[in-house]
């Protein structure tokens, strides 16, 4: 009961319910408890706070009187909905949410076009519930150790074999170590190779996170410029040649949608090799791409000696997971499981557990198919009603690239289309220093419907029109 923070001070004249029944009454006022927030049994706030049932009951009953809490017999106690003007909860100092285009999603937000996260209605939830429930039988028979830092071997395991089948990545279970998702990884890259103080490319444009978090790790971003065949590696030599990491989605570039040309992976592989340095490749919805066949990993392209593959189930499962990964070279592992032990750790066992025995059993390779197939149709109904209107447009990936007349706000023109229940993600954040031609706006397919297609896209490019 610390959030509620009562005290009791029994040398004080002031008899101990009523201690309690003003230290409830003070966060239902403050709004720590709120209208219809469920109180604890007599018999559990009383062994909290050390005191008899009977006092707990008389500080309940203080507070029935005045009306702050209403009593539901067996369904239990809770503050009251509409509460007396004197006891309402002070008005909350507002806190500012995030700008929309502070970072490429809208946190705490959902919507139309919403970019982040995958599709809620072509997910296995029932067959999902069944793998949780047996992952919680497992984890609660078995022997408590603590966890091991590198992720749940079980995990471990199964990744290694998917990447290998899927992805073009031979890799072993003690080259891959489980994270808290992208940024996880990124950090633990970063710590365990000693990069802090140095200099990293990053794509232009390109994932606005990739740049906070090498700039809170003490690594200096430098934009490198994307063309129809990628990040430009002959650039990022002039600009950086001494840099020591470079990061690159290699097989479906955000936000633009082009893949690393075979000539540019050769050139990116060549680079790091010459100057020593490290290449992350982030496989951003790398099982997820559209096309006939999911570009290669980087590492198929050389010996992926100084190659880190990055990957989440964010975009898969749920970003709910907060659950990653990270693939490094054989001679590397040493090295970073001495690190993964002092940074922030991967999730929970039980998520861990979970999520292999959905690789083990194929449904995600199951899941993953039926997914592409219904982002393939969605995309294609948005293009044909962006066609229909004439619209200016880039199909990248699972997002549709709408293009905007130059000098337009597409900051402003997200946040207003927010209102309105429509979210895509404004294209300006994802340049270094976007200039009036660098505006768009991102549109997500996963969420998209064939059958509102047309109406949603018509309601879309009318509200851009007014702006």
């Keep these: 009961m610390s959030k509620l923070q009562i005290r009791i ?3 004080a004249h002031e008899p101990v319910s009523e201690q309690i029944a003003a230290g409830l009454r003070a966060a239902i006022r403050e709004g720590r408890l709120a209208p219809r927030a469920r109180l604890p049994s007599w018999r559990d706030l009383a062994s909290q706070l050390g005191v008899a049932r009977g006092t ?3 500080a309940y009953e203080r507070l029935l009187d005045a009306q702050l809490i209403v009593s539901l017999g067996a369904a239990g106690t809770f503050v009251a909905e509409h509460l007396p003007p004197s006891s309402r909860p002070r008005e909350a100092v507002a806190v500012p949410s995030a700008p929309v285009g502070s970072i490429p999603s809208f946190p705490g ?17 029932k067959v999902w519930a069944r793998i949780m429930t047996g992952a919680v039988r497992a984890t609660s028979h078995a022997r408590q ?3 091991d830092p590198r992720g749940e071997l079980a995990l471990r395991s199964e990744i290694a074999a998917y990447l290998s089948l899927a992805r073009g990545l031979p890799c072993t279970a003690a080259q891959v170590f489980v994270t808290t998702g992208y940024a996880g990884s990124l950090s633990l890259a970063v710590q365990a190779l000693g990069l802090r103080g140095s200099s990293a490319w990053t794509e232009d444009p390109g994932y606005p996170t990739t740049r906070r978090c090498l700039q809170a790790l003490g690594v200096e971003p430098v934009p490198v410029p994307v063309d129809a065949e990628g990040l430009v590696v002959d650039e990022g030599v002039a600009r950086a040649p001494d840099a020591a990491l470079a990061v690159v989605t290699a097989g479906q570039q955000a936000p633009l949608g082009v893949a690393l040309s075979a000539r540019r992976r050769q050139a990116i592989l ?25 570009a290669p990993s980087l590492v198929a392209a050389g010996d992926g000696a100084r190659v880190l593959h990055v990957g989440t189930f964010s975009k898969t ?43 083990r059993d194929g449904h995600f390779l199951r899941h993953l198919r039926r997914t592409r197939q219904v982002y393939a149709q969605r995309r294609a109904a948005l293009v044909a009603c962006l066609d229909a209107a004439s619209a200016t447009y880039i199909a990248a990936g699972l997002t549709v690239l709408l293009r905007l007349a130059p000098g337009v706000s597409d900051l402003a023109l997200a946040q207003s289309l927010a ?9 300006s954040p994802w340049f270094a220093q976007p200039g009036p031609e660098n505006t768009g706006l991102l549109l997500g397919v996963a969420d998209l419907r064939v059958e509102i297609a047309a109406e949603t896209c018509a309601r879309l490019l009318a509200l851009v029109r007014q702006g």
Excluded at 284 to 293: D, N, S, T
Excluded at 328 to 350: C, K, S, Y
């Design 9 to 11: 001070d029994r040398a």
């Design 317 to 359: 499962i749920s970003p709910m997971l907060r659950l990653g990964f990270l693939v490094v070279p054989a001679d590397q592992v040493e090295r970073f499981a001495r690190h993964a032990a002092v940074v922030p750790p991967a999730p929970a066992p039980l998520v861990q557990l979970a999520v292999a025995a959905f690789l």
């Design 145 to 147: 150790i603590n966890p």
């Design 419 to 427: 209102a309105h229940g429509l979210t895509p993600v404004p294209l």
């Design 109 to 125: 937000r959902s919507g139309i076009f919403q970019m982040a996260n995958p599709a809620q209605d072509l997910f296995p939830a």
């Design 56 to 58: 707990v009951s008389a």
């Design 270 to 294: 060549a680079w790091a090799e010459r100057a020593r340095a490290w290449v992350v490749e982030d496989d951003y919805l790398g099982e997820l791409q559209l096309g006939a066949r999911a």
